[in-house]
């Protein structure tokens, strides 16, 4: 017999772990602070990505981070503050970012995420649901010699992973991309990727959950969480008050300020990423990232998204001009004929993206609470490790044998 789940969080995560719980017969209600019609898992590049294999905590990345920590346009944008916990998560990616740790988590990244893909492909060949999906790989852009050697070498090691990965040259890009006129040397291509439009998928899950019983609360802020025996025994909205066998905390960057009530401490900075939509032709028929850049270009379902940039600045929705400028004068220096007008940069949209110190999500208990389940500090794979995650949250709630080994995703671990 199902239980009954309240999922904090209305997202890439906590729909999926909805979904997977309601095929096991769970009832399931969904709270969200918003109206689930905006956010990170709508405005992302919509990326399946086994090739993202590096943890964002790579050797380097403090360096690189120091560098651009006073440039507003920079790909990595660190914004000074004094805050104890970003103090203390900084601390912590410091300790991360080191080649044994980094080589340690590849075959734990690149598993997941072929591990969700192949979720994906299940969802889409179901006759549950008709959002926008292909697979047509990536494109990983460079200008500089420099950067292709860079980009060559973690190629080379996803070879060693048993991943499809070739060094293009630029005449060999134009070839798979005849109408994208690029400025580059060449690029480095996984065969082993997808992608999609965020947007449909979303609607298509809200659709069918809605379909199949699953109650929704939206524009419900949690307000408290009660908690007896190390249990969960009441999640407190603004408007009401909510009891279940488990709970999932799926709620992205604002998950460790629920997670505090509990006295569980999840090491997490919201990273903003933003996106610029272009509905016109853009002859861009492979999604590719601009290396130097760091700005993701997806072929979507009707439009293309120019999307990038990361920036450590705390909870909030500000739209800064100079990082969507960025993102724009970057496409301009690798595509020649493709200008982003003003109205397009007017209407960027931005998403914060919970970044945990390793780079390693957070999936399972913590062992202060029995009945909550975690999933989140996804970073940039939020949307590739959805249906992953959603899956594992299943199987861990209905002690079920779990598909991956979970210690290295443990919300208890240490840094």
């Not at 905390?249 to 604002?254: I, N, T, Y």
Request: aromatic share 8%.
């Amino acid at each position: 017999m199902g239980k009954s789940v309240v999922v904090i969080g209305g997202g890439i995560i906590g729909l999926c772990s909805a979904y997977y719980l309601k095929k096991e017969g769970c009832d399931v209600t969904i709270i969200d602070q918003s109206n689930m019609d905006g956010g990170a898992s709508h405005v992302n590049a919509g990326y399946i990505t086994p090739s993202h294999f590096v943890s964002l905590a790579a050797p380097g990345m403090i360096t690189k981070g120091i560098k651009w920590m006073f440039n507003a346009s920079s790909p990595l944008y660190v914004k000074p503050r004094l805050d104890l916990d970003f103090f203390k998560w900084a601390l912590a990616f410091k300790k991360s970012a080191t080649q044994s740790k980094v080589e340690k988590s590849i075959s734990v990244i690149k598993d997941i995420n072929l591990y969700s893909r192949d979720l994906y492909e299940d969802l889409r060949t179901s006759t549950d649901f008709e959002f926008h999906y292909e697979r047509k790989g990536l494109l990983m852009c460079y200008k500089t010699d420099e950067v292709g050697e860079e980009e060559w070498h973690i190629g080379k090691r996803g070879i060693q992973e048993g991943l499809g990965v070739k060094n293009l040259t630029k005449q060999e890009v134009e070839a798979m991309q005849p109408d994208a006129a690029m400025d580059i040397k060449g690029a480095v291509y996984y065969d082993c990727d997808a992608h999609m439009t965020p947007n449909n998928f979303m609607v298509d899950m809200i659709g069918y959950l809605n379909s199949k019983g699953v109650k929704f609360a939206k524009n419900e802020q949690v307000k408290d969480i009660e908690l007896s025996n190390n249990k969960i025994t009441k999640v407190i909205t603004e408007n009401s008050i909510f009891t279940a066998d488990e709970v999932v905390l799926a709620a992205g960057s604002w998950s460790p300020i629920l997670s505090q009530k509990l006295g569980i401490k999840i090491p997490l900075q919201a990273g903003k990423g933003y996106r610029i939509d272009v509905e016109r032709s853009t002859g861009i028929t492979i999604p590719s990232i601009l290396c130097e850049a760091k700005v993701a270009i997806t072929p979507m379902d009707g439009f293309t998204r120019f999307a990038g940039t990361m920036e450590i600045a705390g909870i909030n929705h500000d739209i800064n001009p100079k990082r969507v400028n960025a993102i724009s004068n970057a496409v301009q220096r690798y595509y020649s004929d493709i200008t982003i007008t003003s109205e397009e940069k007017e209407a960027a949209q931005c998403g914060l993206r919970p970044c945990s110190p390793d780079g390693l999500p957070y999936i399972g208990k913590s062992s202060k609470c029995d009945n909550l389940t975690i999933g989140t500090g996804h970073a940039m794979m939020g949307w590739s490790l959805g249906p992953a995650t959603g899956k594992l949250i299943s199987e861990i709630i209905l002690n079920k044998e779990v598909s991956l080994n979970l210690e290295p995703f443990s919300p208890d671990r240490c840094f």
